[in-house]
């Protein structure tokens, strides 16, 4: 059996199928795409990337499997899933995710198109291994309760990019004990252990501090890393920038969500100057609005991308300056999907939010960190946050420290 060194989880051991499948070039390719995008415009050392993580979560999935008890077949296509599980990621990983589903309708775990028609050679390496690519994309969307090890509540998917991205970053708030969470997984159906597809993946009794760690680590790492205004900001110039690049040039979608992260950015420096410049040189926008969600309309708050762009237009036109020097950056409301995760209590399957008193003082915090940001050039700041301030119902308007 091959090994691979890992960073975090040490010697990660590979089974035949999983070292054809990182051979593909479909796989290759997430060694050029970063994990954490633009966050690493402010922690220096996260350069890791989508190759290295869809190898730690392969590496807890079999940890997690060891303790399930499904049968071979099954097993062998939740490792597979769980490898593959980001192979249909755009370049940027989640800051173009917004501009594919809306032009394709399709989210990065959805990656039918990929298995069964786009890339015939990681359908015929699963086939060779006796694996179903469909039954494989299914499972890289979290359908059933299998489904749910690689994509739910509970997942190893996220197991690792915690860890891994609080070792890249240096912080220390994103550390989880991986192996308790793995070991204590369980399949059960009405409090009994199943094996079933249509099983809910669940904690063993005893683990509902465990599930709070992984639900405070989350917390932090929103609060620290993953929304750090700074990556904010580069995140939605980069956004723009995609979208004009698309719509000035001939390429189309799906040629655009198999970009590597620097030809992405070659190609918006070129094509887009006015803000592909800018991200390549970290020359980023400053904020003139940065309110929090008491201080905002719920019609604001629940802003469609269009609503976004249209008061863009607006803002920048009352200010009487080009329309791409103003971003509006709507955020979705406020949520941790780790609440609604089930753990085993009494006997009885719970969700972690009626189980703990934790995760209401921890939704209040997500809360109270939800900000909504209105970007532009330096120099035009003081008169954008009085437009932005009228044009988007602001209440009270705080400035950005």
């Known amino acids: 059996m091959t090994a691979i060194k890992d960073s975090v989880h040490g010697h990660v051991r590979l089974g035949p199928a999983a070292v054809d499948l990182i051979d593909t070039p479909a796989f290759q390719r997430l060694r050029h795409i970063k994990q954490l995008s633009t966050v690493r415009l402010v922690y220096p050392s996260a350069n890791h990337t989508r190759f290295e993580h869809s190898l730690g979560v392969y590496h807890l999935a079999r940890q997690a499997l060891d303790g399930l008890g499904l049968d071979d077949e099954t097993a062998a296509h939740v490792r597979a899933a769980a490898l593959l599980h980001d192979v249909g990621h755009g370049p940027y990983g989640h800051q173009t995710e917004g501009i594919i589903r809306r032009r394709t309708g399709k989210d990065h775990d959805e990656v039918e198109w990929l298995l069964t028609d786009a890339d015939r050679e990681l359908c015929t390496v699963l086939e060779r291994h006796g694996l179903d690519p469909e039954r494989v994309a299914a499972l890289v969307a979290g359908d059933g309760g299998?489904?749910?090890?690689?994509?739910?509540?509970?997942?190893?998917?996220r197991m690792d990019y915690l860890v891994r991205d609080a070792h890249h970053t240096g912080v220390p708030y994103g550390t989880v004990d991986t192996g308790r969470l793995v070991n204590e997984l369980r399949l059960v159906d009405d409090g009994r252990e199943r094996g079933a597809d249509d099983a809910a993946l669940v904690l063993a009794e005893g683990n509902v501090?465990?599930?709070?760690?992984?639900?405070?680590?989350?917390?932090?790492?929103?609060?620290?890393?993953?929304r750090?205004?700074?990556s904010r900001v580069a995140g939605a110039m980069l956004e723009r920038a995609c979208e004009r690049y698309l719509d000035r040039t001939d390429t189309g979608v799906e040629a655009f969500r198999r970009l590597a992260d620097h030809d992405l950015l070659v190609a918006v420096r070129d094509v887009v100057p006015e803000l592909g410049e800018?991200?390549?040189?970290?020359?980023?926008?400053?904020?003139?609005?940065?309110?929090?969600?008491?201080?905002v309309p719920a019609g604001t708050v629940d802003a469609e991308h269009a609503e976004e762009l249209a008061a863009e237009r607006e803002i920048a036109d009352r200010v009487g300056i080009d329309r791409a020097s103003v971003i509006v950056d709507?955020?979705?409301?406020?949520?941790?999907?780790?609440?609604?995760?089930?753990?085993?209590?009494?006997?009885?399957?719970?969700?972690?939010?009626?189980?703990?008193?934790?995760?209401?003082?921890?939704?209040?915090?997500?809360?109270?960190?939800?900000?909504?940001?209105?970007?532009?050039?330096?120099?035009?700041?003081?008169?954008?946050?009085?437009?932005?301030?009228?044009?988007?119902?602001?209440?009270?308007?705080?400035?950005?420290?």
């Open 228 to 230: 750090h205004h700074v």
């Open 330 to 401: 709507v955020p979705s409301r406020p949520g941790l999907k780790e609440s609604a995760s089930t753990v085993v209590v009494d006997g009885v399957p719970q969700r972690l939010e009626d189980a703990s008193e934790l995760v209401s003082g921890l939704r209040a915090a997500e809360r109270r960190r939800w900000t909504l940001g209105v970007y532009c050039p330096e120099e035009h700041v003081e008169d954008v946050r009085d437009a932005a301030t009228d044009v988007l119902g602001i209440r009270s308007l705080g400035r950005p420290t």
């Open 278 to 295: 800018r991200i390549e040189r970290r020359d980023l926008y400053k904020r003139a609005v940065w309110v929090g969600l008491g201080d």
């Open 209 to 226: 501090a465990t599930a709070e760690s992984l639900l405070v680590a989350r917390s932090l790492m929103n609060a620290v890393v993953y």
């Open 146 to 157: 299998v489904g749910q090890l690689v994509s739910g509540e509970l997942d190893v998917d």
